[in-house]
């Protein structure tokens, strides 16, 4: 059985959203976004835990953006053959193994009035009321919060553990035990004897036993002592403890990470479903990375997959865990400039496994923190990565908080990147080179960095008819000419025209490249004083030659130098990139 999409409209964030699951799949979206809510409204309709009070939802669980009264959740689940669940939910599902469940809300005079149906599929003849959500005996969702409290859950199950072994020991390790019980139960005894002889325990009874004889005379047909009660041994054991040991050296459980792991393991162990289970359940876990080191992250992604049976539904702000996942059981979750949260590509998709196909690398080869940015800046090299972040910096524009992303696209592989930034609905801006390519095995030029983005901007935007007509026209011109320092200037006009199209999309040129437009600015001066008895066409050389570690030593001396680039069209990626987000979400 698989839960393969949700439809949510009215909820919360949610004005309205279609989401596609698949058997592992991972959400992941920005703080406040809605992860919580989409599993929420799973549980509305799944959760075994959930009571009459909890299906009443209050007013604030209403989107908020517009005026509604009604909220509706749907899930679709497909290839139910289990029989746990056909037997008891016959007439519900169709001969393909399909079957809806939703949950309908409506404030009516201001109380919240809910209804549940099921059904073959969500057409009005087969979805039908019922009296309440039964199903969740045979079908339901397990959850475990991303706020986990160890101890309490540990208290809570350990007995039902040592029960459940018991019950599952075969006739010749019940014979072993019995021998070794009564070998415990022995010793406790000795134990008991034991303690009492004890200097300051005797001392000590002894103390008590005068005092209460002093008070009542009655006092000397019983004597107190000082009892460990051990030699009841079901009682020993049933408080046993969780703790660590180091060879034969008992010690404190670790930090957080080991104490996260021990009680995903515990809850684990306690869910595992076998073929002879009397339900289906969707097992859903919230940030199972807290506490944990990169690596422990990634083989907890592969760990649960592996250790649980049935579906699984994750939800992370961890890169590590996201590197690990199939590109298309990703949902990531995006605020639309209306406000309203939806899926990107509409959740799990091929669209997003084929952008990454595309890519011929695995998924960790691009910088996971992208997938949770709101806005990327495409460069082309190392250079530009160390420059960019390092301007920022100095002209006061803070990354992090905008949550925008840098992407170094090592060289030439712009057009991967664009796919999958556009099948995970993350707003992108790119700035690379004017290059100038000779076209081989001809004596002839053309502007190949204009070309390269003209190709972006068609797999992303849709183009006016008159920007399509100037490209065109322009595309004669600046695909072939006779020499690079001679260019005609009409090709340099149709250049300049359709580069200044590009930049309306975000799509930046440079007037020529990196270390040319930083040389050609503000801060030429610095860049000579730093290089020193060099003409300016050598100092662009060196620069050049160098690259990124050439750039990162000047960067390193000079980089408050960089604040004078703040109005200079090399600093438009990044107040681009503030002023998307800020339009977008605000400002603060």
């Known amino acids: 059985m698989q839960l393969k999409q949700v439809y949510i409209r009215g909820f919360r964030n949610f004005k309205e959203a279609t989401i596609n699951f698949e058997d592992h799949t991972l959400i992941i979206g920005a703080n406040d976004v809605g992860k919580t809510n989409l599993i929420y409204a799973l549980r509305i309709l799944l959760d075994k835990g959930f009571s009459e009070y909890d299906f009443e939802l209050v007013e604030s669980d209403f989107y908020a953006f517009?005026?509604?009264?009604?909220?509706?959740?749907?899930?679709?689940?497909?290839?139910?053959?289990?029989?746990?669940?056909?037997a008891r939910l016959a007439g519900k599902i169709s001969d393909e193994g399909n079957m809806v469940i939703q949950y309908n809300a409506e404030i009516i005079?201001?109380?919240?009035?809910?209804?549940?149906?099921c059904g073959k599929s969500d057409k009005d003849g087969d979805l039908k009321e019922i009296d309440s959500p039964y199903y969740r005996k045979y079908l339901n969702l397990k959850y475990i919060s991303s706020r986990r409290e160890f101890w309490s859950f540990i208290?809570?199950?350990?007995?039902?553990?040592?029960?459940?072994?018991?019950?599952?020991?075969?006739e010749e390790v019940i014979s072993s035990d019995d021998v070794l019980y009564a070998e415990i139960e022995q010793k406790l005894k000795e134990v008991d004897d034991k303690i009492p002889n004890l200097s300051y325990v005797r001392s000590a009874t002894d103390e008590l036993n005068k005092d209460l004889n002093n008070l009542s005379i009655h006092s000397q047909e019983q004597t107190i002592v000082f009892d460990t009660a051990s030699t009841d041994v079901d009682r020993v054991i049933s408080n046993v403890n969780i703790t660590s040991k180091h060879g034969d050296k008992k010690m404190l459980i670790g930090g957080e990470g080991r104490i996260n792991q021990i009680y995903l393991s515990l809850w684990m162990s306690q869910n595992r479903h076998t073929a002879t289970s009397n339900e289906v359940s969707l097992i859903c876990i919230e940030e199972p990375e807290a506490y944990l080191h990169p690596h422990q992250q990634r083989e907890l992604a592969s760990y649960l997959g592996k250790s649980l049976n049935g579906q699984i539904i994750t939800t992370s702000h961890s890169p590590f865990i996201v590197s690990e996942y199939s590109p298309n059981s990703i949902i990531r979750l995006y605020k639309s400039e209306q406000e309203q949260t939806l899926a990107a590509s509409d959740g799990c998709s091929k669209i997003i496994e084929g952008s990454f196909e595309d890519f011929g690398y695995r998924m960790s080869v691009i910088p996971a923190e992208a997938f949770f940015s709101d806005c990327a800046i495409l460069v082309e090299g190392p250079s530009e990565?160390?420059?960019y972040k390092t301007l920022a910096k100095q002209i006061d524009v803070d990354l992090d908080r905008l949550n925008v992303s840098i992407l170094d696209v090592l060289g030439v592989q712009f057009e991967p990147y664009i796919k999958i930034l556009n099948a995970l609905k993350i707003k992108w801006i790119l700035r690379t080179d004017n290059d100038i390519f000779k076209i081989p095995q001809k004596n002839e030029y053309r502007y190949a960095g204009i070309i390269k983005c003209i190709s972006f901007l068609y797999i992303t935007y849709n183009v006016s008819d008159k920007e399509r007509e100037i490209i065109y026209s322009g595309l004669k011109l600046i695909g072939s000419f006779p020499d690079k320092d001679n260019i005609p200037e009409q090709t340099i006009a149709a250049s300049n025209d359709i580069k200044e199209i590009?930049?309306?999309?975000?799509?930046?040129?440079?007037?020529?490249?990196?270390?040319?437009?930083?040389?050609?600015?503000?801060?030429?001066e610095e860049l000579r004083n730093y290089y020193k008895d060099k003409s300016d066409d050598?100092?662009?050389?060196?620069?050049?030659?160098k690259k990124a570690i050439g750039l990162y030593k000047f960067i390193k001396k000079?980089?408050?130098?960089?604040?004078?680039?703040?109005?200079?069209?090399?600093?438009?990626?990044?107040?681009?990139?503030?002023?998307?987000?800020e339009e977008t979400y605000g400002t603060y």
Request: include cysteine; charge should be positive.
């Open 558 to 581: 000079n980089k408050t130098c960089l604040s004078k680039l703040a109005k200079d069209d090399i600093s438009l990626p990044i107040t681009l990139a503030k002023q998307y987000i």
């Open 66 to 86: 517009e005026e509604t009264s009604k909220i509706t959740i749907k899930a679709y689940f497909t290839n139910i053959i289990e029989e746990c669940v056909t």
């Open 385 to 387: 990565l160390i420059f």
């Open 109 to 117: 005079d201001g109380k919240v009035n809910y209804q549940f149906f």
């Open 155 to 170: 208290n809570k199950t350990k007995k039902q553990m040592l029960v459940q072994a018991k019950s599952d020991r075969t």
């Open 502 to 524: 590009l930049k309306s999309y975000d799509i930046l040129i440079a007037k020529k490249g990196l270390e040319e437009d930083m040389f050609h600015s503000a801060i030429k």
């Open 538 to 545: 050598e100092i662009i050389s060196k620069m050049k030659g």
